[in-house]
């Protein structure tokens, strides 16, 4: 009997060695996998340039009334943020009011002569068709009501013109911005379509930069670049080349270009300064912008591949364009962004959203 007590506690014993492990070997594959990464920067190995410029609105509107009058409230001051349904400025309405008036009146006039000018009509009609009097005098009536009803017509267009205008009294914002510019005061008069100010919209921010005949070539509609402002801890952002100036500055001897900002937070303000950095194309047969070892690239079909590490340590495949491999370098030309960690060391082995762990500057 004690051998057999013996035996059952010598099995439990193994059965709790075998179980604890198994949790060992679980918890062991649970610890994510430690990575090699390289953190990407614009124009690895290429020659850049820096341009200094400033924080613009796409959109600059001179706003001005649809109708002339004296200028008896101004609601808004240079700088004022505004949004779209605002009333930006008012102008008297008296004169208005009295056209609106005076059209009214023609309005009931005219009526007044096209009931009379119905009534002789249908009046001679019947006499017309009783034999009385000639088909010439019956036309004339005739002729006399199509003229009456077309006078009829035109005052009410006049009247609903002038109604319109009134409405145009007071200028309203068409949509979200600043005031830039002021050229109207209160008490001045001022004639239809006479800018009274500028709004710039804020929906749309871009930097504007000058750069010199030497380097113009470098910049081409959609080429991407990165813009910092120093002022908000040297915030780095990207960016894309909207407009190339298709001439230099007289005096200057610059072109003005005017860049884009993707995604940019609310605290960006305009008249910001902003420092753009951009690849030269001059002087190379190269237009790459990222230099990764070809360890990074993950391959398994035509279309070549990298593993990025986002915030939050997890890793997702990205397509990129390759311009180039060589014999330990890839040249990449898009496909990443300025600072992003792409892993450059065990790619076989990682899937998309798997959980890593970055080595550390000393590791590396």
């Given amino acids: 009997m004690r051998n057999k007590y013996n035996s059952l506690w010598l099995i439990a014993f193994v059965v709790i060695l075998l179980f604890s492990g198994c949790g060992k070997k679980a918890e062991e594959q649970a610890v994510p996998p430690m990575v090699k990464t390289q953190m990407v920067s614009l124009g690895d190995g290429a020659e850049t340039s820096t341009y200094s410029g400033e924080v613009r609105g796409r959109y600059e509107?001179?706003?001005?009334?649809?109708?002339?009058?004296?200028?008896i409230a101004r609601n808004v001051q240079l700088g004022s943020r505004v949004k779209a349904g605002d009333i930006l400025m008012t102008l008297d309405a008296k004169d208005v009011a009295q056209s609106v008036n005076m059209s009214a009146a023609?309005?009931?006039?005219?009526?007044a002569k096209l009931n009379l000018a119905q009534a002789n009509l249908a009046r001679y009609q019947?006499?017309?068709?009783?034999?009385?009097?000639?088909?010439?005098?019956?036309?004339?009536?005739?002729?006399?009501?199509?003229?009456?009803?077309?006078?009829?017509?035109?005052?009410?267009?006049?009247?609903?013109?002038?109604?319109?205008s009134l409405g145009y009294t007071d200028l309203i914002a068409d949509s979200d911005g600043v005031i830039s510019a002021l050229n109207g005061e209160v008490g001045q008069v001022v004639a239809s379509g006479q800018s009274v100010l500028t709004l710039i919209k804020t929906n749309e921010l871009e930097v504007e930069i000058n750069v010199p005949e030497n380097r113009v070539q470098d910049m081409s509609v959609g080429k991407d670049v990165t813009v910092g402002f120093w002022a908000m801890n040297n915030l780095q952002l990207q960016g894309k080349v909207r407009e190339v100036s298709p001439m230099a500055d007289s005096v200057a001897r610059t072109y003005k270009v005017r860049i884009s900002l993707l995604e940019p937070p609310e605290s960006i303000q305009l008249g910001m300064t902003a420092s753009v950095n951009a690849v030269n194309a001059t002087g190379t047969d190269s237009n790459y912008l990222y230099l990764l070892p070809l360890s990074a690239i993950y391959q398994t079909g035509a279309q070549p591949q990298v593993w990025v590490v986002d915030d939050d340590s997890l890793v997702h495949l990205t397509d990129i364009t390759v311009e180039s491999f060589g014999d330990n370098q890839v040249?990449?030309?898009?496909?990443?962004?300025?600072?992003?960690?792409?892993?450059?060391?065990?790619?076989?082995?990682?899937?998309?959203?798997?959980?890593?762990?970055?080595?550390?500057?000393?590791?590396?």
């Fill in 61 to 71: 509107s001179n706003l001005a009334f649809q109708v002339g009058g004296k200028i």
């Fill in 106 to 111: 023609q309005v009931e006039a005219a009526r």
């Fill in 126 to 164: 019947q006499l017309y068709n009783e034999a009385a009097i000639s088909a010439s005098t019956i036309d004339q009536y005739q002729t006399s009501y199509d003229a009456a009803v077309a006078d009829y017509q035109q005052a009410q267009a006049q009247y609903a013109q002038n109604s319109n």
């Fill in 331 to 364: 040249k990449v030309t898009s496909g990443l962004k300025n600072k992003d960690v792409v892993v450059i060391a065990g790619v076989h082995k990682l899937r998309d959203n798997q959980e890593v762990r970055v080595m550390s500057g000393d590791d590396q």
